[in-house]
């Protein structure tokens, strides 16, 4: 996975349009390692046997694994720490299989000022294909907050 150093940007640093980019490889021990924080162990997520047996003839990525990835954005990069999810629309359009690179993008749809809330455009894809997309809406941090500048990270 690429890492993302975290960057802390504040509601005043943002504009339409901004755009920020991940890019994992789905590997088997992530899969498991969700099934176990989650406690999703659909079969198709965990045996070849029976997944063999599906549509997809093979193990796929939980939709959900898919979506965090969006959250590792949001949460390290655009805006980054401090931001607060308020809302996540998504669409599954395609399965992710193991050994899939799925490249995340997150671009800044629509600004709020009055309520300092920013509408992200958020999009996973593999190849060509999109396999996920949607929307988030976060409540960002200001500058400054009564007077005082906020810490950065």
Known sequence: MTILTLQTLYFEDLSVGMTERLTKTVASSD??????????????????????????????????????????????????????????TLNFRAPVKIGDTVIVTVSVAELMPEKRRARLACSCSVGEDVVLDGEAWVKVPSKTRGGRPLPRV
Request: overall charge neutral; glycine content about 12%.
């Open 31 to 88: 899969v498991v390692g969700f099934a176990e924080v989650t406690g999703d162990r659909n079969p198709i997520h965990l045996s070849e046997h029976f997944a063999a047996q599906t549509p997809f003839g093979t193990r796929i990525a939980h939709g959900l694994y898919t979506a965090s990835l969006i959250s590792a954005v949001l949460g390290t990069r655009l805006p980054g720490p401090g931001a607060v999810y308020i809302s996540q």
